[in-house]
């Protein structure tokens, strides 16, 4: 498949995406031991760069895998990938694995972090998506119990979305033990008679930045948020609910299970959101906020 991708970063050198290979004994390759992240370019500008950095930090640490670069490092490849992109908006993907080491599960202590990074132009969901919504179901989170490290073993949400997808729908909404955690790809935020609500952090849901962001802008629009478990119950019985992604945004969800979430339409909350959302990414692109 033909992408618009320029150079790539792989191991210190930029090249052709064609002539960037990795080793079959890679444990990424081998084990899917690794870790990764996605971070928004909006007019030349990585959003909420030391957030995604940080998160970095923290799924490396949890793999005990040696952050192979610093936050200068990191912050020079990114800009000469978005260099390479123009400024039209982007999203860079960040990899990083164990490395190159004779197949066995316990990894040994020397091996070199396996980095790779490109970046590639956003494609943002259609405006019929946004006001109309779209359809999801629900499933159990069969995913492992880390859950907060961005892993790059993503099997069990691929099986999970596709599950949705095969049935026309854009997300599989994870319930565990009764609660919802999350989307297959995305986190969940319900809102009931004017109060928002999303499941708390933990090691059952990934921080998303997104999520991150959208409980920081309701708190200061005075919008309730709470950040508390949401049973399969609150879900159905929901006024909105929404999705939340660096690369979907806020995205309302007016179809679950086949039965209309409140009226089935985009409703108030989410019209509000969206609006604040991007006006701060306006303002991001002008800089008078980082």
Request: with cysteine.
């Amino acid at each position: 498949m033909k992408q618009n991708i320029s150079r790539v970063y792989l191991n210190g050198e930029f090249v052709d995406p064609g002539e960037a290979t990795v080793s079959a004994f890679d444990r990424g390759f081998i084990f899917g031991d690794g870790v990764y992240e996605v971070i928004p370019v909006y007019g030349g500008r990585p959003f909420r760069l030391p957030q995604h950095l940080s998160r970095l930090k923290a799924s490396l640490g949890a793999i005990m895998i040696a952050n192979p670069l610093s936050d200068e490092q990191w912050g020079k490849i990114i800009d000469e990938l978005v260099q390479d992109a123009g400024k039209t908006d982007q999203a860079i993907y960040l990899q990083i694995t164990r490395g190159v080491a004779p197949r066995d599960h316990a990894f040994p202590a020397d091996t070199t972090p396996t980095v790779f990074a490109y970046a590639k132009p956003m494609v943002y969901p259609d405006t019929v998506e946004i006001e109309k919504g779209v359809a999801a179901i629900t499933t159990a989170d069969i995913r492992w119990r880390r859950c907060d490290i961005k892993a790059i073993a993503l099997l069990a949400n691929v099986v999970l979305r596709q599950q949705a997808v095969a049935q026309g729908k854009a997300e599989a909404i994870l319930v565990h033990n009764g609660q919802v955690t999350e989307g297959a790809a995305s986190n969940i935020f319900v809102v009931k008679e004017n109060v928002l609500y999303t499941a708390p952090k933990g090691e059952q849901i990934l921080p998303g930045i997104t999520r991150d962001l959208v409980v920081e802008l309701a708190r200061q629009n005075n919008i309730d948020c709470r950040e508390v478990s949401v049973s399969e119950k609150q879900l159905h019985e929901a006024d909105e609910v929404w999705l939340t992604s660096s690369m979907k945004e806020i995205l309302p969800i007016v179809e679950i299970d086949g039965m209309m979430v409140g009226n089935g339409k985009r409703g108030p909350m989410h019209q509000r959101m969206f609006d604040l959302y991007q006006s701060y990414k306006d303002a991001f692109r002008a800089g008078t906020v980082e």
